[in-house]
């Protein structure tokens, strides 16, 4: 019994880490994804 739920306890951590590093990558790609935007915005100013 006690071995069951240990398991659905690190599970849970897991299920809990991997959502958070997604969070994690999407809040980057789309900051990523902005600056990328006023990068060539910028360049096309340059020219």
């Not at 398991?7 to 902005?34: A, D, G, P």
């Amino acid at each position: 019994m006690h071995n069951r739920v240990n398991s659905n306890l690190i599970h849970f951590n897991k299920c809990e880490i991997f959502s958070h590093l997604l969070t994690l990558s999407y809040r980057h790609v789309t900051i990523f994804l902005k600056e990328w935007q006023a990068h060539k915005k910028r360049i096309r100013k340059g020219r």
